[in-house]
Antibody, heavy 121, light 108 residues
Framework: EVRLVQSGAGVRKPGESLKISCKGSGYSFTNYWIAWVRQMPGKGLEWMGIIYPGDSETRYSPSFEGQVTISADKSTTTAFLEWSTLKASDIGMYYC??????????????WGQGTMVIVSS | EIVMTQSPATLSVSPGERATLSCRASQSVSNNLAWYQQRPGQAPRLLIYGASTRATGIPGRFRGSGSGTDFTLTISSLQSEDSALYYCQQYNNWPPHTFGQGTKLEIK
């Protein structure tokens, strides 16, 4: 079974760092892009960025470039989303998602269960 | 960045009837358009890709149409389980592959 399993909720204070994860299984991890999608409370879906684990090529939405870092570890078949300095406005549910086809970057037919990020002093 | 605009924001339809959801792109996205369903507390689920191709396991009640800038998702024979948020997404130009703001479908 193809699965993306995300890490548990992260609770931090403003200014702190956080790294959440998304572990892929059941498929060739290096052959598929993995994207990150934000959903703020009560709001819609926002495409943040995407990484190709095969060569670590990464693309960011202009809205998120410089705000987060996307990375991947082929040895553990895990993708990561990282903040170095969290803001209160980073609160939300973060999903990882995989496109339908190898070496293609959309649309997404496999989704992680989501990781809730809470930023509060 | 391509802007995707969905309408209406909320749609209330009776069981057994048909719902029509619209999505408009600020510039042509060819047929590189997907539709997702998101039930409360769940991750999104892919319904339609390529504007009109149903994803694996999606019943024939869900039909996508359109190309260029105007797209429609039609859901026939509505059931209570269809109550959800529906999002369109273009994957023609990136980054980013933008989503619409969503349509909330309520089953009366």
């Amino acid at each position: 079974e193809v699965r993306l399993v995300q890490s548990g909720a992260g609770v931090r204070k403003p200014g702190e760092s956080l790294k959440i994860s998304c572990k892929g299984s059941g498929y060739s991890f290096t052959n598929y892009w993995i994207a990150w999608v934000r959903q703020m409370p009560g709001k819609g879906l926002e495409w943040m960025g995407i990484i190709y684990p095969g060569d670590s090529e990464t693309r960011y939405s202009p809205s998120f470039e410089g705000q987060v870092t996307i990375s991947a570890d082929k040895s553990t078949t895990t993708a990561f989303l990282e903040w170095s300095t969290l803001k209160a406005s980073d609160i939300g549910m973060y999903y990882c998602a995989r496109p339908r086809e190898e070496a293609d970057y959309g649309p997404f037919d496999i989704w992680g269960q989501g990781t809730m990020v809470i930023v509060s002093s | 960045e391509i802007v995707m605009t969905q309408s209406p924001a909320t749609l209330s339809v009776s069981p057994g009837e048909r719902a029509t959801l619209s999505c408009r792109a600020s510039q042509s996205v060819s047929n590189n358009l997907a539709w997702y369903q998101q039930r409360p507390g769940q991750a999104p689920r892919l319904l339609i890709y390529g504007a009109s191709t149903r994803a694996t396991g999606i019943p024939g009640r869900f039909r996508g149409s359109g190309s260029g800038t105007d797209f429609t998702l039609t859901i026939s024979s509505l059931q209570s389980e269809d109550s959800a948020l529906y999002y369109c997404q273009q994957y023609n130009n990136w980054p980013p592959h933008t989503f619409g703001q969503g349509t909330k479908l309520e089953i009366k």
